[in-house]
């Protein structure tokens, strides 16, 4: 099987891309074009970048209609700095030895080629296929990288494609200045990126209102939660079969009034700093929380709508999974008790995200520190806790 790569950062992805895989696919016979959206991409650690699942949504959304496009989320997926490396090895892991890659790359990307990490090894698990870029001229990259590596005379195939000059680059900066990119990317990705509100100037943003500062109300709410006993130390057995030096009872503090107030005050300044419309967040713990800070929104004359994500749809009526007045496009906040793996507040983010919204804050009033903040931040998503555990498995303010 003969399998054409076509990796990039894809923010947004656009024509040119589209455009150089399909000349790939006919122009080298290929079986297909696997889409890898980077997880990390190291050598643009520099610049600002959008969501990983943004990225990877806008590919899927490019090249749905077409049967030999695929995408994969392998690199968005993995941790760490994006190597193409890794994932070449993976492919011929997944793929089987047999399969024969092409990696498809612009000149201005093969220019680049002698700073990624272990080239030599790259030439060795696939061909390249090479399409022209204006303002790069073949020979003279060719021939320098063919100077540092002569194996890659054998592995290079051209690839024939209109020159196109247009860029994420340049599409990010019509976007921001509110200039048309119709026509330079597909309408489905014009559509997602209008509705996710992507590469939008900042001062079109919703503006924060009044800003209090977050860290009296979080160290109240952990003062409260000791006196509320809604929070433990001693010896306990979890849910999960483990051990803990402490207990948390997100639901002791919610359920209070005083506790449910001070959640309000703590979590409205994060949620109207991040431009947030609505709140919302996993049923049952989020319940509380969502409705305090409606509560404390609407106190300040600026109500915030709250909305709830079921666990699984519902089966009769209209099979949603949000309840609540949650307009879809809208950019929302996501909000739970405690934080550990992050499987609940991923799985209100995706149905969020399923309606067009764009989660432009995650909050949990406690994170355990158990790797669900860190996932939630490398698939790109602004997370935040008041309180979180300590390695010594004490429970500190970290807002
Ligand atoms: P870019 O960030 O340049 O992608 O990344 C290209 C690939 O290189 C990705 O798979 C990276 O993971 C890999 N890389 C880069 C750096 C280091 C390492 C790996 C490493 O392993 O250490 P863009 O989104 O900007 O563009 C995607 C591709 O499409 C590129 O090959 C680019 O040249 C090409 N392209 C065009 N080709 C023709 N006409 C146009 C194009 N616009 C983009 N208008």
């Known amino acids: 099987m003969r399998v054409g790569i076509l990796g990039g950062t894809f923010d947004p992805v656009h024509v040119g891309h589209l455009i150089i895989a399909e000349e790939a696919l006919s122009q080298l016979a290929l079986d297909r074009v696997l889409f890898i959206p980077t997880g990390q991409p190291w050598l643009k650690a520099d610049q600002a970048l959008s969501a990983g699942e943004h990225r990877l949504k806008m590919v899927e959304l490019a ?7 695929d995408v994969s989320r392998i690199e968005v997926d993995r941790s760490g700095p994006t190597y193409t490396v890794d994932t070449l090895e993976q492919l011929k892991r997944d793929l089987g030895q047999d399969v024969q890659l092409y990696f498809i790359l612009g000149l201005d990307a093969l220019e680049q080629f002698h700073r990624w990490e272990q080239p030599e090894r790259i030439i060795e698990l696939c061909e390249l296929a090479i399409a022209s870029r ?10 320098e990288q063919l100077g540092r590596y002569p194996k890659l005379g054998s592995k290079v195939n051209f690839v024939a494609a209109p020159i196109m000059d247009i860029s994420g680059s340049s599409i990010r900066l019509r976007a921001s200045e509110g200039r048309s990119i119709k026509y330079r990317v597909p309408e489905a990705v014009e559509r997602y990126i209008n509705r996710q509100g992507l590469y939008r100037p900042v001062d079109s943003l919703p503006k924060p209102v009044s800003l209090s500062p977050v860290g009296p109300s979080a160290q109240r709410l952990l003062n409260l939660s000791l006196a509320r006993g809604a929070l433990k130390y001693g010896e306990f057995t979890l849910s999960s079969g483990k051990t803990g030096s402490y207990y948390f009872d997100g639901r ?5 009034p005083e506790g449910a107030m001070l959640i309000g005050q703590a ?3 994060l949620i109207r700093q991040a431009g947030a419309q609505a709140v919302g967040g996993p049923t049952l713990a989020a319940d509380p929380i969502v409705t305090a800070v409606a509560l404390a929104s609407q ?8 909305f709830i994500v079921r666990k699984e749809t519902k089966e009769h009526g209209l099979g949603q999974l949000i309840e609540g007045p949650l307009v879809g496009g809208s950019r929302v906040a996501i909000v739970d008790d405690t934080c550990t793996t992050g499987g609940s507040l991923l799985h209100a983010i995706a149905a969020a995200e399923g309606l ?18 860190d996932e939630l931040r490398r698939r790109g998503y602004d ?8 390695p010594e498995g004490k429970i500190e303010v970290v807002a």
């Open 356 to 373: 067009g919204c764009s989660v432009v804050k995650v909050i949990a009033l406690l994170d355990r520190r158990e790797g669900g903040g």
């Open 267 to 269: 979590l409205l300044p």
């Open 252 to 256: 002791l503090l919610s359920l209070d």
């Open 299 to 306: 106190e300040e004359g600026d109500g915030i709508p709250a």
């Open 63 to 69: 090249t749905a209609s077409n049967p030999k496009m």
């Open 383 to 390: 997370f935040t806790a008041l309180m979180a555990a300590t």
């Open 134 to 143: 204006p303002g790069f001229q073949n020979s003279r990259i060719l021939d």
